[in-house]
């Protein structure tokens, strides 16, 4: 236990933190009374009032002396004055925080990556029911501590903490919701909004915005008045935007900074700066006809005036008194005078709040470097699909065009889901053409020339029947002209429709047993086999039950008219239900439409 003398607000210590600094002579103790010395160094700090915790940022402070920051300091103060007990203590880890905001901060997409950020920083402990103050160079954020596990004050330091971010109340929950709704529009469409706005740009390669107030538009939905990489803060609600700008996408998001209607339209140089200049105004600029160039430019000249500052604008008789200019900005009001005046002339911190980088004394440039360069920009990972920061860039990279998170995320191995081996996610893609290349060059396959048969045909045999259905037709003797195997190809038939195979289940039409097959006598038999069978270039021999039955799904899905038959035999004979057959046959088979 230490006991102060006095208690002193520093400026030096942030405001809204736990952080102390204490004098030399107590490390020196901690030292010797702790080997190795606990960490973080966690003080409970008592008056004869009040209590609470703090972590040491130095010791550095005069004798004697406690420097408080100014939220410790007002906690502290109180009727019994201030000398102050200092006790160092070990509190638990924490496990589970849950957090409110007690407002809607639009401008904070991700609260967790915010905290994870913030947190630490500034606080080395928590306490239930406790409002955290944190702080970035657009704003400030309350948000109460809810839930806290394991106990009612715990130490954030070197633990995972399960973090939860819940809406303060229902109205809040229906804005948390609110967001994902976004109003769309496409090119030559406009849309009256002051709400975030998605723009669908297509195969445009040049677009013109334009709006009845200033805008800021970005490639992510989380664009917001402090991150944004396109703005109208220097002069008209317009902008061009083309594919060849670094960070283009086709997808982009704008956010209006008041109520206007705003308008996407093609743009082309030749519309903007006509090549004639036979029919344009002197003075105001406007495209008249021929005819009336004359007097509509005495009349314009009376009547019109140029802003001398040369932005273009022309008044009615007099430039208005709230037309502004300044630096290379201009503008029509008041609010938008004041915009440029924040975004552009006062000063913010060098230091971007968050990775530490040099920006500008310019929030401008903090706006656009939180939106494209900071480490901590969110991006949607193509990997793993979350909102995520892309972290700083290393140079693999930067020459694979892939995000750092997504170049470490994308480095996971995940097996392929045809061929079982593994893959990292990033080549999962190439991987995927490779087996659909392969796919669509593959040979159809040969099937059994036995319409019931579903096998592959048999290399061994001219007749082209697979192994199984040549099999009883098989002699060893020789025969050149190929006459013996034709005779033992008619008695079979013969046998097939004077006797039957003698299953009941068999579905060969040229079969006594299937039922298909009647004649009335032997004669009739032997001239459809002479006459029909001999000469057909397909067999109708009988087969066993599992062909007979895969035959079956065979006709089902050759009704499809997706794939071949000999595909669809195949993938029958390598499948048994219809579900595998159908997945079998996507990943190997090439489709009507594809041959
Ligand atoms: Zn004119
Ligand atoms: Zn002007
Ligand atoms: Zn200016
Ligand atoms: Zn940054
Ligand atoms: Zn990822
Ligand atoms: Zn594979
Ligand atoms: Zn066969
Ligand atoms: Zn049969």
């Excluded at 406690?66 to 509190?91: H, N, R, T, Y």
């Excluded at 990972?381 to 995320?409: I, Y």
Aim: glycine share 4%; hydrophobic share 35%.
């Amino acid at each position: 236990m230490f006991s102060f003398a006095r208690v002193e607000k520093s400026t030096a210590i942030p405001v809204h933190s736990d952080k102390i600094d204490l004098p030399a002579s107590v490390l020196e103790s901690l030292v010797k009374q702790h080997d190795p010395l606990p960490h973080p160094l966690t003080f409970r700090l008592a008056t004869a009032t009040n209590v609470c915790y703090a972590g040491v940022r130095e010791f550095s402070a005069p004798e004697d002396t406690v420097f408080v920051s100014g939220d410790l300091f007002e906690a502290l103060k109180g009727e019994g004055g201030f000398p102050v007990q200092a006790e160092l203590i070990e509190l638990p880890k924490a496990t589970d925080l849950s957090i409110k905001p007690l407002k809607l901060y639009k401008n904070i997409l991700d609260w967790k990556w915010f905290l994870e950020a913030k947190l630490t920083k500034y606080y080395c402990s928590l306490t239930r029911g406790q409002t955290l103050h944190l702080e970035d160079e657009f704003g400030s954020y309350e948000l109460l501590i809810d839930k806290l596990e394991p106990a009612p004050t715990v130490c954030i330091i070197d633990t995972d903490i399960n973090l939860d971010v819940v809406p303060l109340n229902d109205e809040m929950a229906k804005q948390f919701l609110h967001r994902e709704t976004i109003d769309a529009i496409r090119v030559n469409e406009n849309a009256q909004t002051n709400k975030l706005l998605k723009l669908e740009l297509e195969d445009h390669e040049r677009v013109l915005i334009t709006a009845d107030t200033d805008f800021v538009v970005s490639n992510l939905p989380n664009v917001s008045d402090h991150s944004f990489i396109w703005h109208t803060l220097n002069g008209d609600n317009k902008l061009m935007l083309q594919s060849t700008f670094p960070y283009f996408e086709r997808t982009l998001y704008l956010l209006p900074f008041g109520p206007t209607l705003v308008q996407l339209s093609p743009y082309s140089f030749e519309t903007a700066n006509p090549v004639s200049s036979a029919n344009v105004c002197s003075n105001c600029g406007a495209t008249v006809a021929a005819t009336s160039k004359i007097m509509h430019e005495n009349f314009c000249l009376r009547n019109n005036v140029k802003c001398p500052h040369g932005c273009g604008k022309v008044f009615l008789r007099t430039v208005p008194e709230n037309h502004w200019h300044c630096c290379e900005a201009y503008g029509d009001d008041e609010t938008s005078f004041k915009r440029h005046q924040k975004y552009y002339h006062e000063p913010v911190p060098l230091e971007c709040s968050r990775c530490s980088q040099m920006v500008s004394t310019r929030l401008v440039d903090h706006c656009v470097h939180v939106a494209t360069s900071c480490p901590y920009t969110l991006h949607e990972c193509r990997f793993c699909h979350l909102m995520v920061p892309k972290m700083e860039a290393s140079t693999d990279a930067l020459l694979s065009g892939m995000s750092q998170h997504e170049l470490e995320c994308g480095s996971k191995t995940t097996e392929c889901p045809r061929c079982k081996r593994n893959v990292r996610l990033r080549d999962l893609e190439s991987h995927m053409k490779l087996h659909e290349l392969n796919r669509v060059s593959k040979p159809k396959p040969v099937i059994c020339s036995n319409v019931n048969c579903i096998r592959e045909a048999a290399t061994s045999n001219e007749l082209k029947l697979c192994e199984f259905c040549f099999g009883p037709l098989y002699s060893p003797i020789n025969d050149p002209t190929g006459q013996k195997l034709r005779s033992r190809v008619e008695r079979r038939y013969i046998l097939q429709l004077n006797s039957g195979c003698g299953n009941t289940w068999c579905k060969n039409k040229e079969c006594k047993s299937s039922g298909m097959a009647s004649f009335k006598n032997f004669g009739e038999i032997l001239n459809h086999i002479k006459t029909q069978l001999m000469n057909s270039s397909v067999f109708y021999f009988c087969v066993d039950l599992a062909t007979t039955k895969k035959l079956l799904m065979v006709s089902l899905l050759l009704d499809e008219h997706e794939y071949d038959r000999a595909w669809i035999c195949k993938a029958v004979q390598a499948k048994d239900n219809l579900d595998d057959v159908r997945s079998w046959l996507s990943n190997n088979a090439v489709r009507i439409d594809e041959a």
